[in-house]
């Protein structure tokens, strides 16, 4: 795989069918030897996947992504904001 860490990739393998869902868009953390990758969602989950099932995301992908990440640090800005108190609500 030729991707440099920190690539926005889609693994084809998470895609289902039934029920329908679109494949997993992650970050790329690290390449492997043994060919797979260590992909990041924007929710933080890690998964490792093989290279053959991977490929660019799109822009519209990307972009889905990055509002998903902001989206999951505006809500731990405001549980953090609540657990310390700062929120009254």
Not at 7 to 16: G, K, L, N
Not at 40 to 67: F, M, Q, S, V
Request: aromatic share 6%; net charge negative.
């Amino acid at each position: 795989m030729n991707a440099a860490n920190g690539s926005y990739m889609v693994d084809e393998a998470t895609e289902q069918l039934v029920p329908p869902a679109p494949p997993w868009v992650g970050r790329l953390l690290q390449s492997h030897r043994d060919g797979t990758v260590l992909l990041i969602a924007p929710t933080g989950y890690a998964w490792t996947a093989a290279a053959n099932d991977l490929r660019p995301a799109t822009e519209d992908e990307r972009a889905a992504y990055d509002a998903q990440v902001r989206e999951v640090r505006r809500e731990r800005a405001a549980l953090y904001r609540q657990l310390s108190g700062g929120s009254r609500s």
